[in-house]
């Protein structure tokens, strides 16, 4: 169905998590507002968040959570090696605090606040998950008297005298066309993880990344920006979400939940490459952006398990408490039956043997046997002189059968290739804003990072969404 009117005070490209907080705060602001979602349904990846980035809100007061702001941006200016702006990360991290304190006035509940693994405590947890804070939203923003409109996409915008005068859109069913005037539009659109030729700008490496959104963020706004005239920045940072089961034949998420999954990720675990040769400090799954990192140094990665640690997860549990990494399960009771079925169905990404010889020769794995027997002299004198991995984590392999998993990439978020000022506007070549135009969310997230995501900031990806989606509105507000 078509929007009911022909012209806008805003278009929103987007009803995710930022597009719904701009329409909410677009409301708030009496701006004619519609907003535009290619997908059937509104919430975008928002709906699989855990939890938002926050510095001193209401749940943080109470915990008794202090934390210095200028240290925070310290810390993470040196993270992204200087690539995140450093004012606008400022000024995301000292309204960060209050955009909670907003949501949660908007009846969006959190369950707690902390940090998760090494990292600043600052994921604000939604009760219910971000399903449930994107219906909050949604609720607000229609009760508010924001227009929605879903399978239809925004296939380029209009442009006179270079200001962003509207959008052609499209019935994603039909494919026809239609146009709509807009004094300003908003691109919300999740930036570019489910665009494969988009991430290999980023990763020339990219067959073994596995996205794990929704399939809709494909780089629309970027693309729609460039063609008005936007900068081509930096592709900035892609959210690994460490080392996950390379399956060519199913989709990513099937294994998301996998007991085996997270077996092959613990620190504990030996990591070979397609040599049989170890190449990290296995604890490097203390941050899942830099165990994606380390395992794409590799032409092939595998977790090689012995039979004493698949009884360890599944009878004591995991060897730590999870870092960053993704989500383990506090039991593995799975995992056995998870191995027997794989094994049963064949599938390639795992591979089981009596001996470690056996195991060698299947995978093809040469220096297998003698990485292990080095391995297992490592852990004996309880010092890895070869990578440093924590003594805590040296766990030997002795006990058949073997199992060999290769693993992949996980990927969660893509987020670059636009450059905004303060007020999210979006900025051309020259460093000036395209008249009408303001890009949010991860849409605009590549300002925040350099190369390499930030877990030490968690929920950021969503806080900012948040920040972003209100900032952009209440900035357009004020310049008219
Ligand atoms: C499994 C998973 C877990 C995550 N967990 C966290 C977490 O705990 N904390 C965190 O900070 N981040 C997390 N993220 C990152 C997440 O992407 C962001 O936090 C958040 O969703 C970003 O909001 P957004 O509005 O930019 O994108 P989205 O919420 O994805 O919304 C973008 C919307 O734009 C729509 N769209 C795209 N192109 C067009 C077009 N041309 N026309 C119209 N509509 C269009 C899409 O269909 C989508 O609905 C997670 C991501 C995934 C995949």
Redesign the pocket.
């Known amino acids: 169905m078509w929007p009911k009117a022909k012209q806008y005070d805003l278009v929103i ?7 719904l907080v701009a329409a909410v705060s677009a409301r708030e602001q009496q701006l004619s507002t519609l907003v ?4 059937r349904s ?5 709906n ?6 926050g510095v001193d809100s209401y749940l943080q007061k109470a915990a008794g959570i202090d934390i210095n702001p200028t240290e925070l941006l310290q810390d993470e200016l040196a993270y992204s090696h200087y690539e995140a702006n450093a004012p606008h990360l400022k000024k995301y991290i000292d309204a960060s605090g209050g955009v909670i304190d907003w949501l949660h006035n908007l009846g969006v509940k959190f369950a707690k606040v902390g940090p998760q693994g090494k990292s600043w405590s600052t ?1 604000h947890t939604f009760a219910g998950g ?1 399903h449930a804070a994107v219906q909050t939203l949604y609720a607000n923003a229609t009760q508010a008297g924001a227009e929605f409109v879903t399978s ?4 380029r915008l209009q442009q006179h005298d270079g200001h962003v005068t509207g959008v052609v859109i499209m019935d994603e069913n039909t494919g026809q066309t239609h146009e709509i005037a807009a004094k300003n539009v908003l691109l ?4 570019y993880v489910d665009n494969p030729d988009l991430v290999k700008t980023r990763v020339a490496d990219n067959h073994r990344l596995m996205a ?3 399939g ?3 780089g ?2 970027m693309q ?1 920006a460039w063609q008005v005239g936007a900068k081509h920045y930096s592709m900035g940072a892609i ?1 690994y979400g460490g080392g996950a089961i390379y399956d060519k034949t199913q989709p990513p998420f099937v294994h998301m939940a996998s007991q085996l999954a997270a077996a092959a990720t613990q620190e504990a675990i030996l990591w070979v490459n397609e040599r049989g040769e170890r190449f990290v400090n296995e604890d490097v799954n203390d941050n899942m952006c830099h165990a994606g990192s380390a395992i794409l140094t590799q032409a092939r990665t595998f977790s090689i398990l012995d039979q004493a640690a698949v009884d360890h997860l599944t009878n004591v549990g995991l060897y730590k408490e999870v870092g960053n990494s993704p989500i383990s399960p506090e039991k593995f009771d799975q995992l056995t039956s998870e191995i027997d079925d794989t094994l049963k169905q064949h599938a390639k990404y795992l591979t089981s043997a009596a001996t470690l010889a056996e195991l060698a020769e299947k995978l093809n794995l040469p220096a297998l046997p003698a990485t292990v027997a080095r391995y297992n002299d490592i852990v004996a004198h309880g010092q890895d002189a070869d990578f440093g991995k924590a003594a805590d984590y040296l766990t030997g392999l002795h006990q058949g059968p073997f199992y060999g998993v290769e693993l992949g990439v996980g990927m ?2 893509a987020l670059g290739g636009l450059r905004v000022d303060n007020q999210n506007a979006v900025l051309n070549d020259h460093g000036y804003p395209v008249p009408g135009l303001y890009a ?4 605009a997230a590549g300002m925040l990072v350099g190369d390499t995501y930030a877990v030490t900031l ?6 900012y ?1 948040a920040f972003s989606g209100r900032n952009a509105v209440l900035s357009m507000v004020n310049a008219s």
């Not at 509104?42 to 928002?46: L, M, P, Q, V």
């Not at 968690?458 to 806080?463: H, I, L, Q, V």
């Open positions: 490209v987007g009803g995710g998590l930022s597009g535009l979602e290619k997908g509104i919430g975008g990846d928002g699989y968040v855990e939890g938002a980035m994921i971000g239809v996409s925004a296939q919300a659109t999740g930036g794990v959104s929704d809709k963020s494909t629309d706004g729609l959210q969660a978020c949010v969310g991860n849409d968690p929920g950021s990806t969503a806080g969404a």
